[in-house]
């Protein structure tokens, strides 16, 4: 046999189109990682690591990776705990967390209800294709008595049908809510991508899986952190540490002739949004510069 057949490769099973694969692809580009034969196939092949991709619906992902059909798998963090919290058995288990593709799950009424708390779904009918993640949100919130009426898809339209009284599912802009009288009660679940590993990966697959992770720790890393900078009175340091997102201890400058003023400088590795920006500037901070990061090496 050829040394290429003895080795070992790592099946990493993705999405194949839609939300998560656009992501999935550009991160393994940016890993340095160019999946071959198109996506329009089942298999492909990556030649940079020994690592072949099986091109799937994302809602096959887990069992795929937990059966060990697939040695390992990204996939949202709806849909893995969704599997999680309604499988017999033992499933993948989480390698990492991807920070991309984030969404939420929220539970949606109709606009011209009052909601005040979950209590309010205590003897009503809410539609979703999220039963293990909706009735765990519920059951920790003492709601022991909602329906849950299980639908695939267009649960928009189920109340206005009289099909249930509120809805679960992924929001984005809520747009599609509002078209269908409808508004976000809470938050049940906030996903991002997750890469996800088959229980029990021997020793040498672990080891291609370790460095899969390492390039995109990587390439995450760099993409999302930047420099910023800003200047605030001494006293406003600890609350301004706390506000910038993964930040590391920040540098503290002197500002000549400014009494109690200094500069903070801190990398960012998380996103900085525009919120953050507004609560630095609310806990003192001013003159606030964010700077886009080329590479980093830790
Ligand atoms: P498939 O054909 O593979 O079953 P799908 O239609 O179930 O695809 P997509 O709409 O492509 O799924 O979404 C895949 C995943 O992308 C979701 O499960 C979620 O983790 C993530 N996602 C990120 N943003 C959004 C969003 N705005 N709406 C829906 N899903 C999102
Ligand atoms: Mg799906």
């Not at 550009?26 to 196939?41: E, I, M, Q, T």
């Not at 059966?67 to 999680?84: C, L, M, Q, T």
């Not at 709601?143 to 509120?166: C, F, K, S």
Request: include cysteine.
């Amino acid at each position: 046999m050829s040394k290429e057949t003895d080795s070992p490769r790592l099946r990493l099973a993705v999405q194949k189109k839609g939300r998560l694969a656009d992501d999935t692809f550009d991160l393994l580009a940016k890993c340095g990682l160019k999946v071959r034969h198109g996506r329009s196939r089942l298999f492909a092949r990556i030649e940079e690591l020994p690592i072949d991709v099986l091109l799937v619906r994302d809602d096959d992902i887990p069992e795929l990776v937990a059966s060990g059909a697939a040695d390992a798998g990204i996939v949202g963090g709806n849909v893995f705990e969704e599997d999680r919290l309604t499988r017999d058995g033992v499933g993948a288990v989480i390698a990492d967390a991807l920070g991309f593709s984030r969404c939420r799950l929220c539970v949606a009424v109709s606009k011209g209800e009052t909601y005040a708390g979950p209590a309010y779904f205590s003897g009503k009918k809410v539609a979703t294709s999220y039963p293990g993640l909706l009735q765990s949100w519920l059951e920790e919130r003492g709601v022991t008595d909602a329906q849950i009426v299980l639908m695939h898809g267009a649960h928009e339209i189920a109340p206005r049908l009289g099909l249930a009284d509120a809805i679960c599912d992924i929001v984005s802009t809520g747009a599609t809510l509002d078209t269908n009288g409808l508004k976000v009660a809470d938050t049940i679940y906030r996903s991002e991508a997750l890469l996800i590993a088959a229980p029990g990966l021997d020793v040498a697959k672990a080891e291609i899986l370790g460095a899969l992770k390492g390039r995109m720790r990587g390439a995450l890393a760099s993409q999302h952190a930047k420099y910023v900078m800003m200047n605030a009175p001494r006293s406003a340091i600890p609350a301004i540490t706390a506000v910038l997102p993964g930040a590391d201890s920040p540098t503290i400058l002197e500002l000549a002739g400014e009494g109690d003023m200094v500069a903070i400088h801190s990398v960012c590795n998380e996103d900085v949004l525009w919120e953050h920006l507004a609560e630095l500037k609310s806990v003192g901070a001013s003159a606030i510069l964010v700077l886009d990061i080329d590479k980093m090496l830790n």
